[in-house]
């Protein structure tokens, strides 16, 4: 019995499958995030990062100055939502490889976790994230155009102009500092998160491998994902590379360096910072979003019909639940 033991084969690495109904709820997900607080926010931090001498307060009256309401929604249509329904694929396709080789060289889950989402973040941004977040903020910091009483052109005009002029490259501007970004913020999530976790049960008395409650899952993510803007220096540095802002003192030809001496020498640390209070809402914001509406209960057509005259009663399902139903697929994805 001890040799039939010893003997026995390790487990057989498997490959996580990426399946459809993994990418329909990551990108319904996604793109209601965006949709709701996301651009808002994402909005008010590339104005605070671009304009550098504004608070909080000043960035949100500057917003509202360039169209009231819209202009908190500037860049949502197409390049958010572009982005938005895109993402959440190109990292589960590369973070499921990355993972897997990782393990078959023998790294933990942890370390392999890890590597997986820093992966799929510098596949993000090169895949598409590179050109939707450029021309979100060109969208955003060419509205100082308006101010001087001339119509800014159409989002596509734009889009089409800095095309021919720079090429790929144009629109593609800032990439590299947004796959720095996106590679430390999976990292950083993924590990300061797990970090959390284990506090939280240490706290409430809950073994390791123990499941947390909704809330629990929600507050651990929200700590890993507000602590991991530590990185906005480097968010800084890619909306100011991909800024339509007109500044005779800034380099031509910028890259991460380049961009980082210059904020640095013109708004110190402080400026390396401008922004982060946004961002860690929007980090906070995208937290409820994949971890708690993920699970949260919807009604079914059948009910919506039926509250008409009657109470919330019949069958509820969350949105897991909904896209199982739709696709035939069982979720497996942690969003």
């Given amino acids: 019995m001890a040799d039939a033991i010893a003997t026995s084969p390790a487990p057989a690495l498997e490959k996580k499958p990426v399946k459809f109904s993994n990418l329909l709820l990551g990108a319904g997900l996604n793109?209601?995030?965006?949709?709701?607080?996301?651009?808002?926010?994402?909005?008010?931090?590339?104005?605070?990062?671009?304009?550098?001498?504004?608070?909080?307060?000043?960035?949100?009256?500057?917003?509202?100055?360039?169209?009231?309401?819209?202009?908190?929604?500037?860049?949502?249509?197409?390049?958010?939502w572009i982005e938005a329904s895109t993402k959440g694929a190109v990292l589960l396709f590369v973070a499921s490889e990355a993972e897997y080789y990782a393990k078959s060289f023998g790294a933990s889950d942890f370390v392999s976790g890890i590597s997986g989402g820093m992966a799929g973040g510098v596949a993000q941004a090169y895949a598409t994230m590179g050109f939707c977040t450029c021309m979100k903020t060109v969208e955003i910091t060419q509205h100082k155009i308006a101010a001087k009483g001339v119509k800014p052109p159409s989002t596509w005009a734009t889009f089409m102009d800095i095309y021919r002029k720079e090429g790929i490259r144009g629109i593609n501007k800032g990439v590299n500092a947004v796959a720095i970004r996106q590679t430390t913020n999976w990292g950083s999530r993924f590990g300061l998160s797990r970090l959390a976790e284990s506090g939280i049960r240490r706290v409430t008395g809950k073994e390791e491998g123990q499941k947390l409650s909704?809330?629990?899952?929600?507050?651990?993510?929200?700590?890993?994902?507000?602590?991991?803007?530590?990185?906005?220096?480097?968010?800084?540095?890619?909306?100011?590379?991909?800024?339509?802002?007109e500044d005779p003192n800034r380099p031509k030809n910028l890259t991460v360096g380049k961009t980082l001496k210059y904020v640095y020498g013109n708004n110190g640390l402080k400026g390396l910072y401008r922004g982060v209070t946004p961002r860690i809402g929007l980090g906070v914001w995208q937290t409820i979003c994949m971890v708690a509406l993920g699970d949260m209960y919807v009604l079914s057509p059948a009910t919506l019909e039926a509250y008409k005259c009657s109470m919330l009663t019949g069958p509820k399902y969350s949105a897991k639940e909904a896209v199982e139903k739709?696709?035939?697929?069982?979720?497996?994805?942690?969003h």
Avoid: C, H
């Fill in 31 to 80: 793109m209601f995030e965006v949709t709701t607080l996301g651009q808002p926010l994402e909005v008010v931090k590339t104005t605070m990062a671009a304009n550098r001498g504004d608070n909080f307060a000043g960035a949100l009256s500057r917003v509202w100055g360039r169209g009231g309401v819209l202009g908190y929604y500037q860049g949502l249509i197409p390049w958010a």
């Fill in 326 to 334: 739709l696709t035939g697929d069982k979720v497996t994805a942690k």
């Fill in 214 to 245: 909704s809330m629990e899952k929600i507050l651990a993510s929200g700590i890993g994902g507000g602590l991991s803007a530590w990185n906005q220096p480097i968010e800084v540095i890619r909306v100011e590379m991909q800024s339509k802002t």
